[in-house]
Nanobody, 124 residues
Framework: VQLQASGGGLVQAGGSLRLSCAASGRTFRIGRVGWFRRAPGKEREFLAGITWRDGQTLYADSVKGRFTISRDNAKNTGYLQMNSLKPEDTAVYSC??????????????????WGQGTLVTVSS
């Protein structure tokens, strides 16, 4: 499975962006999609995850109510809608996909495939 993330860019505080994660290859393997980010000098942070079949979601407290994860099974694409962006949201955002498993959606060990990052910069 190959993942291609897109949609990053420069936005002012309070603005919105939608990130996309297009999957190709053996997409039938996908059971979950997640979004993570890494800010300069910080550890990778889980943001949101969704199960591919039934759409169950999990969010980090830091983005709950501002970010929405979704997927389009027909297009093999996951999305992260980001609203009310803050300067502290500036980071490289990456999507990940994994086979179906019982591991919690917020654990990076639950993901087998990782896309390249897309940079999100939020100006104050």
């Amino acid at each position: 499975v190959q993942l291609q993330a897109s949609g990053g860019g420069l936005v002012q505080a309070g603005g919105s962006l939608r990130l996309s994660c297009a999957a190709s290859g053996r997409t039938f393997r996908i059971g979950r999609v997640g979004w993570f980010r890494r800010a300069p000098g910080k550890e990778r942070e889980f943001l949101a995850g969704i199960t591919w079949r039934d759409g169950q979601t999990l969010y980090a407290d830091s983005v709950k109510g501002r970010f929405t994860i979704s997927r389009d099974n027909a297009k093999n694409t996951g999305y992260l809608q980001m609203n009310s962006l803050k300067p502290e949201d500036t980071a490289v955002y990456s999507c990940a996909a994994g086979i179906p498993r019982f591991t919690s959606l917020d654990k990076s060990q639950g993901y087998d495939y990782w896309g390249q990052g897309t940079l999100v910069t939020v100006s104050s």
